[in-house]
T-cell receptor, first 110, second 117 residues
Framework: DAKTTQPPSMDCAEGRAANLPCNHSTISGNEYVYWYRQIHSQGPQYIIHGLKNNETNEMASLIITEDRKSSTLILPHATLRDTAVYYCIVRNYNTDKLIFGTGTRLQVFP | GAVVSQHPSWVICKSGTSVKIECRSLDFQATTMFWYRQFPKQSLMLMATSNEGSKATYEQGVEKDKFLINHASLTLSTLTVTSAHPEDSSFYIC?????????????FGEGSWLTVV
């Protein structure tokens, strides 16, 4: 399974954009990058996923580098409710497994 | 709203007893579901892959006789913790795939807290 590397923690001011980086240098050509977040004591919440093109939905934007070795999740206007642990995961093409790493703990402050 | 539901949300049981946790896909058929456990301040650890109509596939180090998984229908998978011990106390989470295929979304349940006393 392709591994991902994320910074353990980040801070962001409320209303500002939160940019969460992720390295996945061993990703295969047909593997997707998924982002989930987990708020304390809840199940992970799906945010976005992509293969090679940049993606945007109502929650966030996903920017994937051309070589696909890294990506950035962008929360355009962070709110206090966005405080959570964010997980960047490479989905295994054959098994569909999602193997979670340690994630980034994002703290949004007033 | 939630598309994957777990029941119960929390349960307390005595040591030595068995407890069952259900995972349901609410508005879609899920041929594959996954079970995770999470200890406080740690990440999710994949326990097993549950396939409808066949035996579950367990990750290395997970005792299949202790964590019984049954995926009897396309909308329901169950995890039974047998002969529970205090060290089995954890947050158990399931996920389900709406459709097979690498670009499709995997949804997670709300999780179930198990406390063994």
């Amino acid at each position: 399974d392709a591994k991902t590397t994320q910074p353990p923690s980040m801070d962001c001011a409320e209303g500002r954009a939160a940019n969460l980086p992720c390295n996945h240098s061993t990703i295969s050509g047909n593997e997707y990058v998924y982002w989930y977040r987990q708020i304390h004591s809840q199940g992970p919440q799906y945010i976005i996923h992509g293969l090679k093109n940049n993606e945007t939905n109502e929650m966030a934007s996903l920017i994937i580098t051309e070589d696909r070795k890294s990506s950035t999740l962008i929360l355009p206007h962070a709110t206090l409710r966005d405080t959570a642990v964010y997980y960047c995961i490479v989905r295994n093409y054959n098994t569909d497994k999602l193997i979670f790493g340690t994630g980034t703990r994002l703290q949004v402050f007033p | 709203g939630a598309v994957v539901s777990q029941h119960p949300s929390w349960v307390i049981c005595k040591s030595g007893t068995s407890v069952k946790i259900e995972c349901r896909s609410l508005d879609f058929q899920a041929t594959t579901m996954f079970w995770y456990r999470q200890f406080p301040k740690q990440s999710l650890m994949l326990m097993a892959t549950s396939n409808e109509g066949s035996k579950a596939t367990y990750e290395q180090g997970v005792e299949k006789d202790k964590f019984l998984i049954n995926h009897a229908s396309l909308t329901l998978s169950t995890l039974t913790v047998t002969s529970a011990h205090p060290e089995d106390s954890s947050f158990y989470i399931c996920s389900a795939i709406r459709d097979r295929g690498p670009g499709n979304t995997i949804y997670f349940g709300e999780g179930s807290w198990l406390t063994v006393v």
